[in-house]
């Protein structure tokens, strides 16, 4: 009987070990604890003539042509459109830093990346300085983005932006 007992436990050990697999899975973040990740540790202010250079897009002609032709990389940058008629340059030589340009080649905002795993903070500042929202990208394909008040200002899911309410207000286009 003893026999029969332990060759029976044996079996069930065995059997476990040969059925077991390893479980994968990602936080899930809610928007009351992505908003508190996107904001702990950030400037509400830089300084901003570090980036004079870049207050007018300086390939304004070649950009926008791009654009309009639906070619999103150069050999030493990005662009992304946005459906807001805006668009957004990362230079291959520091991606850690996004000029965003209104369709006259004026700079409007300057995204700085906090850190490079996720989940990835970004922050954004207007030209004067001063910070305009977070982001908090917890995956390839979903981020959050609060305002300076702390409001959900857009979550995107891969190129939709949806507002605090679900309904889709913005898309973006690239090929990256």
Same mark, same amino acid.
């Given at each position: ?40 540790? =950030? $400037? ?13 897009? $300086? ?29 957004? =340059? ?28 996720? $989940? ?57």
């Amino acid at each position: 009987m003893q026999k029969f007992i332990f060759f029976f436990c044996f079996c069930l050990l065995i059997q476990s070990q040969v059925c077991a697999y390893t479980l994968k899975a990602g936080v899930v973040y809610t928007i009351e604890m992505a908003r508190i990740e996107a904001f702990d540790d =950030v $400037p509400l202010k830089i300084n901003i003539d570090k980036y004079k250079n870049y207050l007018i897009d $300086p390939n304004y002609s070649k950009n926008i042509s791009a654009i309009k032709i639906n070619k999103y990389k150069f050999r030493n940058r990005y662009l992304t459109y946005f459906s807001n008629n805006q668009y957004g =340059v990362t230079y291959k030589n520091n991606t850690k830093i996004g000029f965003y340009y209104d369709m006259n080649g004026k700079l409007c905002d300057i995204s700085l990346l906090m850190n490079e795993k996720y $989940p990835i903070k970004i922050v954004k500042y207007d030209i004067l300085g001063n910070l305009v929202s977070t982001s908090l990208a917890i995956s390839h394909d979903e981020s959050f983005v609060f305002d300076l008040n702390k409001r959900l200002i857009s979550h995107w899911i891969g190129n939709n932006c949806y507002n605090e309410q679900g309904e889709l207000v913005k898309r973006r286009y690239n090929n990256k």
